[in-house]
C-alpha cells in the first residue's frame, strides 16, 4: 500500500524558486508512474508534471516547461519537484500522485490511484 507525503511548500515573492519533495513508503521494486499535480480554489486539478519510475520519462504541463524540473530518488524513495521562475499563477496546492505501472503521455488526474494530502505554495508578487 502506497502512502505519500509532501514537504517544501510555502510563500515565496515571484521569481524565486521552491523544492517540493514527496516522500513514498510501500514503493519497494514496483514501476509507477509519479507525479505532481496543482489546484487553485476553484480550479480543476491539473498535472504538473510526471515521472516513470521504470525508463525514466518525463511529461511537464506546457505552462511549466522550462521552469520546474521533476526527479526521482529510488534509494531514498522521494520524488521532488524543483520549481524555479515562480509566477503568482502558480499558486496552488500542489499534490503528489502515484499510480502502478507505466505513465501515459499525458497527466490525467482521475488516473492516479494514490494520493498525498497536499502542500501549498504561494507566490507573491
Known amino acids: 500500500q502506497v502512502q505519500l507525503v509532501e514537504s517544501g511548500g510555502g510563500s515565496v515573492q515571484a521569481g524565486g524558486s521552491l523544492m517540493l519533495s514527496c516522500a513514498a513508503s510501500g514503493y519497494t521494486g514496483s514501476r509507477f508512474c509519479m507525479g505532481w499535480f496543482r489546484q487553485a480554489p476553484g480550479k480543476e486539478r491539473e498535472g504538473v508534471a510526471t515521472v516513470d519510475t521504470g525508463d525514466s520519462r518525463t511529461y511537464y504541463a506546457d505552462s511549466v516547461k522550462g521552469r520546474f524540473t521533476i526527479s526521482q530518488d529510488n534509494a531514498k524513495n522521494t520524488l521532488d519537484l524543483q520549481m524555479s521562475s515562480l509566477k503568482p499563477e502558480d499558486t496552488a496546492m500542489y499534490y503528489c500522485?502515484?499510480?502502478?505501472?507505466?505513465?501515459?503521455?499525458?497527466?490525467?488526474?482521475?488516473?492516479?490511484?494514490?494520493w498525498g494530502r497536499g502542500t501549498q505554495v504561494t507566490v507573491s508578487s
Open positions: 500522485a502515484a499510480d502502478p505501472g507505466w505513465c501515459e503521455s499525458r497527466a490525467r488526474a482521475s488516473a492516479f490511484r494514490y
